[in-house]
Every structure is written in structure tokens, then in C-alpha cells.
């Protein structure tokens, strides 16, 4: 093996979009395109699928590049607070397109990194913000986060069991539109908490701080699952702030039509995941008028 290469355990988001086996459902090679209508009935189709996953690259895009923008306490800092700051900030997430969704990740490994936490954080709130904005667009997705070894064999391309894992969450266990934290996940993020602190050691304190407010982030889910918590008070003070009422009436509205959607249509199964779903946002309704 290359010995430049960096095994090390891994931090990983796998997320999903869903609807895009309906929405490419009977599809084959392109159709000749002689009339408007077959143009017009081809690109509905196309933006459907392919426009869906370009929007959900672009706001992640966006969201990436709104939270460097925010950092702009770094200029009120002196020069040796600016080299602390640069330091903490230093490592952030990395993204590897997969067809229809999108895998963020980054490694662990302290020996490079003093303060990994810091792309750990951008994960849990990218995640829970896509969830969130998805819900609110009719585009909805789903995804997992969890902990394991990996190696990135080329640039943001990550392999190992970081990837099977939080697929295997994805795929199996998050079922509908919510994004699940694996067991592995939950334990590093408890072991910066119950590690013995020393309170001169500014770096680890950072890694201690994120790691809590990841872990207040997340909430414990019906079927006993930890999920991220995107309408709780950590991640709307965090994240989302102000435009938490408006997205959460978008969202609301389209859990309602989907549920009667499936419910019209005798689906059991889609039935009972939105009514989970609905019965989460129930419990933040008070605050989200």
C-alpha cells in the first residue's frame, strides 16, 4: 500500500435524496425529441432528477461558504489570537459527491489535526440543515452520521468501513426523511466530554466545547435511534435562528400532504414514517407558532 496514505477513523455523513427512483421510474435511452411536447415532457423529467441534485449540491455549496463568511471575528483579534483561531479552524469537512447524494467526511486523526471536532460540528449542522431545508422544498433527504476507519485513496474519495457504516444507517435504519447518528458517533463525542480537562490547553477545550454542543444537538428518536435534532433550542440557536419559523411551516405543511398522500393511497409503511415525522415537529409546535 502507499505508504502516504492516511488511515485513520473517520467522521462520515452519508445523505440520501429521496424520490429519485420515481423520478427516473420507466426511464431508458433519450427519446427523439420531435415535438414540444416530448421536449417539454423530457426536461420535467430531467429536472425532477437531475435539477433536484444540483439544487441539493448548491445549497450545500452555500451553506459551506455562508458559515466561512460569518467568521468574520477573526479580524477583531490580535495577532496571537488570530494563530489560536486559525488553528481551530483549520480543519473542515470534505465532500464526496455520490450520483444521487452526498457524503461529507473528514478524519480524526489528532497527530495533523489539533482540533478535529471543528469538522465534526460542520457536519452535524450541515446535515440537520439539509434535512430541515429539504422538508421545506418538497425536495426531502435523509442520511446517517457515524464513526469508523477509513483512507481517502484520492482526493474526496474516502473508502473503508466509515463508508459502509453510515451507508448501512442511511439505507436501513433512517427509512424516512431524519438523519441518524450512529453508536460510534454518540461514543467519541462522550469521550471529549468525560476526557480529564485541562483548562490551559485552549485546543482541547474547543473540541470539548463543540463535541457538547453536538451531543445537544441530537435527540433520542421513537424507535430509540439518536437523530439530529434540527428543531431543537442548540440547533436553532446555532444554525438555523430566525428562519426556523418559516421553514418549520413549509416543512410542516408538506409532512401533512404526504401523509394523507400515502394514506389515501393505502401505504402503511410511507403512512406510519411521516406520521413519526409529524409527531416530531408536533412536539416543537408551540415554539414555531
Known sequence: MDEKLQLSNYCACFIDLLGQKDALNDQSVMPELTT?????????IVRQSVGAIGRLQQQAQSFRQGKQDAYSVRDQLNLEEKELYDEMKSHVAKQQRWSDGLV???SLDTEHN??????????????GTLCFLGLAQKQPIRGAVETAWGVELHENELYGAVVANSYVLESEVAQYPRIVVGEKTM???????????????????????????CLNMTAIDQDGYHIIDYLGDAFTESVTGSDSIMLFKLAYKFICEQYELHKNNKNSKLELRYVWLRDYFHQHKDKNG
Do not use: G, W
Request: charged share 25%; aromatic share 12%.
Open 114 to 127: 489539533k482540533c478535529p471536532m471543528n469538522a465534526v460540528i460542520e457536519i452535524f449542522m450541515l446535515a
Open 36 to 44: 414540444e411536447k416530448e421536449k417539454n415532457d423530457f426536461l420535467n
Open 187 to 213: 461514543a467519541y463525542l462522550n469521550a471529549h466530554i468525560e476526557a480529564p480537562s485541562d483548562t490551559t490547553d485552549k485546543l482541547a477545550l474547543y473540541n470539548r466545547s463543540c463535541a457538547q454542543l
Open 104 to 106: 461529507y467526511y473528514s
